[in-house]
């Protein structure tokens, strides 16, 4: 079984940084994919950057540019720095990892090709 534990959460102003970090116990070991995921009050999860193990990423058009993910030392923690931090930018923030063959069609920003869940690290934006 794999947990995940989220940290760096936190309330910042707009224009701030905040950097995300997500430690995996247990066996964590995939070929496919990793990531961060949000959901603020009211509207559904979305899909904020992922990594594969290759090392491709992949981000959301809306924080492309201003985040930045990685897996940090040891390979067992995954991290999201996040710059210009904006309002919108509000959520709850989850970190997420794929062990399973899912079905190809579902793509890697999509939540459900995950199966492990962190509980959630809540960031929060003031104008």
């Known amino acids: 079984q794999v947990q995940l534990v989220e940290s760096g959460g936190g309330s910042v102003q707009s224009g701030g940084s905040l950097r995300l970090s997500c430690t995996a116990s247990?066996?964590?070991?995939?070929?496919?994919?990793k990531g961060w995921f949000r959901q603020a009050p009211g509207k559904e999860r979305e899909g904020v950057a992922v990594?594969?193990?290759?090392?491709?990423?992949i981000y959301a058009d809306s924080v492309k540019g201003r985040f930045t993910i990685s897996q940090d030392k040891p390979e067992n923690t995954l991290a999201l720095q996040m710059n210009n931090l904006k309002p919108e930018d509000t959520a709850m923030y989850y970190c997420?990892?794929?062990?399973?063959?899912?079905?190809?069609?579902?793509?890697?920003?999509?939540?459900?090709?995950?199966?492990?869940w962190g509980q959630g690290t809540q960031v929060t934006v003031s104008s």
């Open positions: 990594i594969h193990n290759n090392g491709t990423t």
């Open positions: 997420a990892a794929q062990t399973m063959r899912t079905n190809p069609a579902i793509q890697p920003l999509n939540a459900m090709r995950y199966n492990y």
């Open positions: 247990g066996y964590t070991y995939s070929n496919h994919w």
